[in-house]
């Protein structure tokens, strides 16, 4: 399941970014599903500036889905 509980609704902010890097590492886990792949590939991406600066884009992408899906947690 890529959307955990199959809801974008969260209580708060914190909550609607724990469920982004959440959806994050479900995608990347259903692109590469071999485990021993991921593991291997986790020292070249953790060492390159621009893998990391893509997953943090990844995970920006996934939180703004949220926060829209949560009238940006209406006061």
Known sequence: ????????ITATPEEG???????????IKAT???DAVRSKLRDVYANDAMALLQAGQTVAVEFATI??????WRK
Do not use: C, G, H, T
């Open 1 to 8: 399941m890529l959307i955990p509980d199959n809801s974008f």
């Open 17 to 27: 970014r724990e469920l982004a890097m959440k959806m994050a590492r479900l995608v």
């Open 32 to 34: 590469q599903p071999d």
């Open 67 to 72: 926060a829209a899906a949560n009238n940006y």
